[in-house]
């Protein structure tokens, strides 16, 4: 697939690092995903040309991202991530942390919809 022939050298180790060191929402996430969504077959921190998808899935497409604080620099860079991953034919839905660690039902309604392609 295209998305991880782009993938920058070293990108796959960088992809492992990051699986290893999730945060507590990115964990929390997972574990949502899989337990709600196991016919989906979330990846979680897959490579996608030069960036890392927090989770992605190519059966429906989408790719979610989970976000901590950010300065305009981090918002810029998002953008930028985001018109990539759309460019390559995926949906893009982000989430604050807090979100995550704060209502997990409520995210995982809102994947929901996404997953039926109906989005929120």
Known sequence: MKIYRDAPSGAVDRARR????MTDAERL????????FPEAKFRRQAPMGPYIADFLTFQHRLVIEVDGGQHTEALEADAHRT???????FRVIRF????????????????????????A
């Open 29 to 36: 996430l997972w574990r949502g995903l899989r337990k709600a």
């Open 83 to 89: 018109r990539y991953i759309e460019g390559e034919g």
């Open 96 to 119: 604050w942390n807090s979100e995550v660690m704060d209502n997990l039902d409520g995210v995982l309604d809102t994947i929901a919809s996404h997953l039926d392609g109906r989005p």
């Open 18 to 21: 990051l699986r290893r060191d």
